[in-house]
């Protein structure tokens, strides 16, 4: 998974409940959240990242500068330190960086839900996720 990747995890023509569990698998990593947005008919997940957490360890700080001087002047993703999601690895990079330096998440990997709609509660229903097992769509 990869910060800005999108999923559509589930589809049906009308979705009562919610999971009541949601499990990060093995080697999930901390700097990683994922959102889960429960619509009428369809539940969609985003992944996302702390801006400026090139290297995803939960934490803006020096290592990731390292990934970006790493891959300063060339093309890439997030994790090679394109942090303004422009495709490419510069000074702009750098200002996200500096601007976000010394924030850090909470625990390790995060999950956060948000409604679209207000399903009825449904108890007993664990959606249990295994890191890679995901991947329904990737629209990104
Ligand atoms: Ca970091
Ligand atoms: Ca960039």
Redesign the pocket.
């Known amino acids: 998974m990869n910060p800005g990747d999108t999923f559509e995890i589930l589809s049906a023509a009308s979705i009562t409940g919610e999971f009541s569990d949601i499990l990060l698998g093995e080697g999930f990593e901390a700097?990683l959240t994922i959102n889960l947005t429960y619509h009428a008919d369809r539940i969609i997940l985003d992944v996302s990242a702390l801006s400026g957490?090139?290297?995803l360890?939960g934490?803006?700080?020096s290592?990731?500068l390292n990934v970006i001087e790493q891959h300063l002047g060339g093309v890439g993703g997030f994790r090679e330190g394109d942090l303004d999601g422009d495709g490419d690895i510069d000074g702009f990079d750098f200002a996200v960086w500096q601007a976000n330096f010394g924030l850090s998440l909470n625990g390790t990997g995060q999950v956060t839900v948000t409604n679209a709609s207000v399903p009825e509660p449904v108890s007993g229903i664990a959606l249990f996720f295994i890191f890679g097992c995901v991947r329904v769509r990737n629209s990104g």
Do not use: H, K, S, W
């Open positions: 700097g957490d090139a290297n360890d934490v803006v700080e290592l990731d």
